[in-house]
């Protein structure tokens, strides 16, 4: 199974891959995660991206096409992409990528959501340093305050989820990344998910689109 979760920051893609990928047994490859990694790492590649992250900008189209294939390629099960691609040559370059390995995608799961509720939800969004469970301030606030529930580790604020970062972040996903949901809409590939509702509702509709998508229906 090769899947790719598209939608803006804030559509709720972390929470229903871990799901995703936890149902099926595939491998979770979020680029955004990878670079956070990287970063608490001190390694050359967070430290690179983390600029244009904090900033809510891309990270240059070369860098995370090279993580990427490198991190594909040595995954021989399923796989879904979750923050990757975002860019129109990002999209061309996997599907080289799929047509050189002889795979191809499942479906492209692209989840959908008002300004509003993506602004809500990221400028009170806690993250926890250890484990890095995702929290919301208001709707699913943590037991106690600045701690994780499950691990006990402080819960911090991605710099690219303060105000300044996050407006940003919406602008170029419209620019850069929504034109992708043409492009696969075109080949066929794109299952349209409603991200508004509870997180076990999104979950069973993302569900169905995938069953449906797999059984040869997309
Ligand atoms: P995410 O965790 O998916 O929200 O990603 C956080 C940030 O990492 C993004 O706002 C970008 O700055 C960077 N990033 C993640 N994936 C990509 C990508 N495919 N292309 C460019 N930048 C990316």
New binding site residues.
């Given amino acids: 199974m090769r899947i790719v979760l598209l939608g803006p920051?804030g559509a709720g893609?972390?929470t229903q891959a871990a799901q995703l990928v936890s149902q099926y047994g595939i491998s979770h490859l979020?680029?955004?995660?990878v670079?956070?990694a990287a970063y608490r790492e001190g390694d050359p590649l967070g430290l690179e991206?983390h600029e244009?992250?904090s900033r809510?900008?891309?990270?240059a189209?070369e860098i995370?096409i090279g993580l990427v294939k490198q991190r594909l390629s040595r995954t021989h099960e399923g796989w879904l992409l979750?923050?990757?691609?975002?860019?129109r040559e990002?999209a061309k370059s996997l599907d080289t990528f799929l047509q050189k390995e002889g795979e191809k995608l499942d479906c492209v799961l692209s989840i959908v959501a008002r300004s509003e509720t993506l602004i809500g939800r990221l400028q009170d969004r806690r993250i926890c340093t250890d484990c890095g469970r995702s929290y919301h301030l208001k709707f699913k606030p943590p037991t106690l305050p600045g701690q994780c529930d499950i691990c006990g580790g402080e819960l911090y604020q991605r710099s690219?989820d303060r105000p300044e970062a996050i407006r940003k972040?919406l602008e170029?996903y419209e620019k850069e990344t929504e034109p992708l949901v043409e492009y696969y809409k075109t080949k066929g590939l794109l299952k349209e998910i409603d991200g508004e509702g509870s997180m076990d509702r999104v979950y069973a509709d993302i569900r169905a689109a995938v069953e449906e998508a797999t059984r040869g229906g997309s």
């Fill in positions: 920051p893609k972390g979020s680029t955004g995660d670079f956070r991206a244009a992250i809510g900008e891309l990270v189209d995370v979750d923050g990757f691609p975002r860019t990002q690219d972040r170029v």
